[in-house]
C-alpha cells in the first residue's frame, strides 16, 4: 500500500491496483532496485483513510542488529573524504549516513505521516508498506516535471543546507553553483532555450538550501534520457558523477538503499519526478534515518555532522509514539 500527497496539495492519495500501469515508482540510489505500485492514481477519502488500520504490525522487522555511525567515526571518514576532494580539485562530493533510532515501544504510523505532512507541506509527501519495506518521508527537491500536453519541463537546482536562522557564508553559496552548472549543460543537450530564475531560499522545515528553477521544452521521446542524465545530481552525489558514485561506495559505511533516489509519478497530464532524501525506513522496532551532506574542500567535519543532525529531525521529530 501506498498514500502520499503531492507538494501544496492537501488531497491524499494511493493506487487502485487494477491494472498493471506502474503510476508511482521508486528508484534506488544506484538504479538497480525499483520499488513499483500499479494501478491508476486516486484520491482518497479522509474519513476511509482514517479507519484504515496502519499498524507496525505491517511492518518487517530489523533484525540485522545495524548500529549508528557513531560520531567519531563520522568525523574520521569525512576527512579522509575531503582529502580526496582537495587531491582530485572536486567542486564537490556527497557524504551520508544512517541515524538509527530505537527507543520506542511502537509507533502511530498514521499520526506520524500526518505530522510529516502538515510540517512539509511544499513537499511530496509518502508513506509505503510493500510487505519487504516500509518508508516514509518528505522532501521538495523536483529531479524533474513534464508536461504531457504543452511539452515543457521543469527542473531545479537545490543545495546547499543551513538552519533558517543563518546567513548564507561562501561555501553554501559555491556548493550550489556547479550543480546549476550541471543542470544547465544537460537541458543544451536537449534544448536551444533555457530559462532560468534567480538563486533564492528554498524553506524545508527547519532549514533552508539555495534553488534555482530551470524550465524549457523538450522531445517527449528524450524524457528518460534526460532524467538518466540528471540523476543522479550534484546535490545527492558529487561532480564528477561516476567518480563520486566510487567513492561514495567506499566511503559510506551503508549502502543507501531507495534514500537519494528518485520517486516517478504519472498521471493522465504530467509525469514528475522527485527526489528521495528527507526520508526512513522503518521497522517494527527501529526506524533509519538517512542524511547527507555536500562536502567542498572547505568543509568543516564538526559543522557538517550538525547539519546531518538537523536534516535527521524530518522524520524522526514528526513521529508519533506510543
Given at each position: 500500500m501506498i498514500y502520499f500527497k503531492l507538494p501544496f496539495d492537501e488531497k491524499l492519495y494511493s493506487t487502485d491496483e487494477k491494472n498493471d500501469q506502474n503510476s508511482v515508482q521508486f528508484y534506488s540510489f544506484d538504479g538497480i532496485r525499483q520499488v513499483n505500485f500499479n494501478g491508476h492514481i486516486i484520491e482518497i477519502n479522509i474519513e476511509k483513510f482514517n479507519n484504515t488500520s496502519i499498524t507496525t504490525e505491517l511492518l518487517p522487522k530489523?533484525?540485522?542488529?545495524?548500529?549508528?555511525e557513531k560520531k567519531e567515526e563520522y568525523l574520521s571518514q569525512l576527512e579522509k573524504v575531503i582529502q580526496v576532494i582537495k587531491e582530485n580539485h572536486l567542486p564537490k562530493m556527497v557524504y551520508s549516513r544512517r541515524k538509527i533510532f530505537t527507543n520506542f515501544n511502537t509507533i502511530d504510523l498514521k499520526a506520524s505521516f500526518d505530522n510529516i505532512c502538515k510540517s512539509y507541506p511544499n513537499a511530496f509527501r509518502y508513506i509505503f508498506i510493500d510487505g519487504e519495506n516500509s518508508w516514509m518521508g518528505a522532501f521538495s527537491e523536483v529531479l524533474g516535471k513534464f508536461n504531457r500536453k504543452t511539452h515543457?519541463?521543469?527542473?531545479?537546482?537545490?543545495?546547499?543546507?543551513?538552519?533558517?536562522?543563518?546567513?548564507?557564508?561562501?561555501?553554501?553559496?559555491?556548493?550550489q553553483k556547479p550543480v546549476s552548472s550541471y543542470i544547465r549543460n544537460i537541458l543544451n543537450n536537449y534544448s536551444d532555450h533555457i530559462d532560468e530564475s534567480k538563486t533564492y531560499d528554498?524553506?524545508?522545515?527547519?532549514?533552508?538550501?539555495?534553488?534555482?528553477?530551470?524550465?524549457?521544452?523538450?522531445?517527449?521521446?528524450?524524457?528518460?534520457?534526460?532524467?538518466?542524465?540528471?540523476?543522479?545530481?550534484?546535490?545527492?552525489?558529487?561532480?564528477?558523477?561516476e567518480f563520486c558514485k566510487e567513492n561514495i561506495q567506499k566511503f559510506e559505511k551503508f549502502a543507501r538503499e531507495l534514500y537519494s533516489g528518485y520517486i516517478r509519478i504519472e498521471n493522465e497530464d504530467t509525469i514528475q519526478?522527485?527526489?528521495?532524501?528527507?526520508?526512513?525506513?522503518?521497522?517494527?522496532?527501529?526506524?533509519?534515518?538517512?542524511?547527507?551532506?555536500g562536502i567542498t574542500a572547505q568543509s568543516n567535519p564538526e559543522k557538517e555532522w550538525t547539519e546531518t543532525e538537523l536534516k535527521s529531525e524530518a522524520i524522526l521529530k514528526n513521529l508519533e509514539l506510543i
Open positions: 530489523d533484525d540485522n542488529l545495524f548500529e549508528s515543457e519541463f521543469e527542473t531545479m537546482s537545490l543545495a546547499g543546507t543551513l538552519p533558517v536562522y543563518e546567513d548564507w557564508s561562501e561555501k553554501e553559496i559555491e556548493e528554498h524553506i524545508s522545515g527547519n532549514i533552508k538550501h539555495l534553488r534555482t528553477d530551470f524550465t524549457t521544452k523538450i522531445n517527449p521521446q528524450d524524457l528518460d534520457n534526460i532524467i538518466n542524465d540528471l540523476h543522479p545530481t550534484p546535490a545527492v552525489c558529487g561532480i564528477p558523477k519526478y522527485f527526489v528521495n532524501l528527507r526520508c526512513s525506513k522503518l521497522y517494527q522496532n527501529s526506524v533509519h534515518s538517512f542524511v547527507g551532506g
